[in-house]
């Protein structure tokens, strides 16, 4: 399609706008393929399960479409009360959207992990959902065909059509453009719904409680995998700044299960937790764009998981 072609398409094509999300397998690449499409960090990526707890949104503005990312935790199969709570969250999450994304390693045969989500997505006959193969950087072009017909199979087995079928590498790069381009279409007609400097819609806390939770999670994921949630308690300016020189201080709790738990965090002379502290705040200074004086305490919350009122209590 020529230049002027393209220019008098976007002209009368009405602006779409809408919700995606993206599902698989914890490690599937979701939230690395959020960051590549809104182009900045706002997804909180680990190479651990289970380290996205809200619904983080990123936002990609193009001219002809808005689309909002919604990633909702990983499904998996329940064992405690916050499990099922996770879960009641992914399956509203994925009846409210407009696109699923459904995203399957090019490195990882599809396991019953995968057939699991693909056969609760089967179940909501309405959304069209696309197929994305991720990781494309780690294979050959052989063994990645053989991932693109394996995907296909399965969704006629469960007897519903992929709308698209796309292999993409976030990490380079590859075909995450054409991926937006595919997504756009499938968006229903309506103006941006949200402003175009916006990149999130998560509340800063909430953001900045991820990111301290991820620097937190950072060496100690063997020994604390889960039973790390944080709060941050309150953001202020510090009074009496020049105005051309701010500085934020954020009061954070770090929360653990068990008494047990605290040494790991805060490491032998407190030098754990010191490491968290300048970590983190490096990425919230990058997300706020503010000088950041970050004051955190660890503290215990016995077996937060299982009790509903300190789960409401941390957010959840």
């Given amino acids: 399609m020529g230049a002027m072609s393209a220019r008098t398409l976007e002209n009368n094509a009405p602006h779409r706008a809408g919700f995606?999300?993206?599902?698989?397998?914890?490690?599937?690449?979701?939230?690395?393929?959020?960051?590549?499409?809104?182009?900045?960090?706002?997804?909180?990526?680990?190479?651990?399960?289970?380290?996205?707890?809200?619904?983080?949104?990123?936002?990609?503005?193009?001219?002809?479409?808005?689309?909002?990312?919604v990633d909702t935790p990983g499904l998996h199969k329940p064992r405690t009360l916050l499990g099922e709570r996770?879960?009641?969250?992914?399956r509203t999450t994925w009846a409210e959207v407009d696109v699923i994304g459904f995203c399957l390693?090019?490195?990882?045969?599809?396991?019953?992990?995968?057939?699991?989500?693909?056969?609760?997505?089967?179940?909501?006959?309405?959304?069209?959902k696309i197929a994305i193969i991720t990781k494309t950087d780690l294979v050959n072009s052989k063994t990645l065909r053989e991932q693109l017909l394996a995907v296909s199979r399965l969704g006629e087995e469960l007897g519903f059509q992929w709308a698209e079928i796309i292999p993409v590498s976030a990490v380079k790069g590859d075909q995450v453009d054409l991926l937006a381009d595919l997504i756009a279409p499938l968006l229903p007609e309506s103006p941006p719904l949200y402003p175009e400097g916006d990149l999130t819609d998560e509340p800063e806390?909430?953001?900045?409680?991820?990111?301290?939770?991820?620097?937190?999670?950072?060496?100690?994921?063997?020994?604390?995998?889960?039973?790390?949630?944080?709060?941050?308690?309150?953001?202020?300016?510090?009074?009496?700044?020049?105005?051309?020189?701010?500085?934020?201080?954020?009061?954070?709790?770090?929360?653990?299960?068990?008494?047990?738990?605290?040494?790991?965090?805060?490491?032998?002379?407190?030098?754990?937790?010191?490491?968290?502290?300048t970590k983190s705040r490096k990425h919230i200074e990058a997300l706020l764009g503010t000088p950041v004086f970050l004051d955190l305490h660890v503290k215990v919350a016995k077996d937060w998981q299982r009790d509903p009122k300190q789960l409401r209590k941390l957010g959840f």
């Fill in 20 to 69: 995606a999300c993206f599902v698989g397998r914890p490690n599937a690449g979701k939230s690395t393929l959020t960051n590549a499409l809104v182009g900045q960090k706002v997804a909180i990526t680990s190479n651990r399960p289970q380290t996205t707890r809200h619904t983080v949104r990123g936002i990609v503005h193009r001219e002809d479409a808005q689309l909002i990312l």
């Fill in 86 to 90: 996770l879960n009641d969250v992914v």
């Fill in 105 to 128: 390693p090019a490195d990882q045969k599809l396991g019953p992990g995968d057939k699991f989500i693909i056969k609760e997505l089967a179940g909501i006959k309405k959304t069209p």
């Fill in 205 to 277: 806390m909430v953001m900045v409680a991820e990111l301290i939770r991820e620097a937190a999670l950072e060496g100690v994921r063997d020994e604390l995998p889960h039973s790390i949630a944080v709060v941050v308690e309150e953001m202020l300016p510090r009074e009496d700044r020049p105005a051309d020189r701010p500085l934020l201080d954020i009061h954070a709790n770090v929360y653990i299960e068990r008494p047990s738990q605290k040494g790991i965090i805060i490491g032998p002379q407190g030098k754990r937790l010191k490491e968290v502290g």
